[in-house]
Nanobody, 124 residues
């Protein structure tokens, strides 16, 4: 089972970008995006529960980022609007077999599969 993350790029502040996380081979219960900025620890960005489509967002992105999923393509999308320079990071998607309480979704150890990172660079 593989996760394929894509959609990163270079853009100016205020712009929009859509990241994709495609799973091959199976569907997971929870899909989550993390990001890691240079010199910083990886942090939780947003999560979606596949069956219910419930979404969870970090305070720093709530209202600007939106998660969605495409059942037919087995893909999760992270729509990022109003991008800021502080959003610059490598974005990683991760997936878990189970549904966990929202308080655990930022815990990297619960995830069963990780995609490669995709770079998002926002210039001021």
């Amino acid at each position: 089972v593989q996760l394929q993350a894509s959609g990163g790029g270079l853009l100016q502040a205020g712009g929009s970008l859509r990241l994709s996380c495609a799973a091959s081979g199976r569907t997971f219960s929870t899909y989550t995006w993390f990001r890691q900025a240079p010199g910083k620890e990886r942090e939780f960005v947003a999560a979606i529960r596949w069956s219910t489509r419930m979404t969870y967002y970090a305070n720093s992105v709530r209202g600007r980022f939106t998660l969605s999923r495409d059942n037919a393509k087995n893909t999760v999308y992270l729509q990022m609007n109003g991008l800021k320079p502080e959003d610059t990071a490598v974005y990683y998607c991760a997936a878990a077999d189970r549904v966990y309480a929202s308080s655990f979704q930022s815990t990297e150890g619960i995830y069963d599969s990780w995609g490669q990172g995709t770079q998002v660079t926002v210039s001021s």
